[in-house]
Nanobody
Framework: QVQLVESGGGLVQPGGSLRLSCAAS????????MGWYRQAPGKERELVAV???????NYVDSVKGRFTISRDNAKNTVYLQMNNLKPEDTAVYYC????????WGQGTQVTVSP
């Protein structure tokens, strides 16, 4: 089995920053894609950012220039640096990895509010 442990969520004021981390452990035999989804109340889950094993990144338009995804392959860990946060970034953020199958974290709440 694969376990994903997320950390770094919380409450922040608009314009602030947070860094999410997600460490994978267990029966991992090579992680291909790593990424982050988010789901706000009443909305569908959306893909926020992804990073390939080679380091290629992609972002949803609404976070480009503000969020940065990175990974440490030696630690099987993916990060999401979130800067200039806005109230519309408020959501539960889920770590996602693809090995031979997909795996999800338990989610971490990010709240952006004055």
């Amino acid at each position: 089995q694969v376990q994903l442990v997320e950390s770094g969520g919380g409450l922040v004021q608009p314009g602030g920053s947070l860094r999410l981390s997600c460490a994978a452990s267990g029966s991992i035999f090579g992680i291909n894609i790593m990424g982050w989804y988010r789901q706000a109340p009443g909305k569908e889950r959306e893909l926020v950012a992804v990073i390939s094993s080679g380091g290629t990144t992609n972002y949803v338009d609404s976070v480009k220039g503000r969020f940065t995804i990175s990974r440490d392959n030696a630690k099987n860990t993916v990060y999401l640096q979130m800067n200039n946060l806005k109230p519309e970034d408020t959501a539960v953020y889920y770590c996602w990895i693809v090995t031979s199958s997909q795996h999800w974290g338990q989610g971490t709440q990010v709240t952006v509010s004055p």
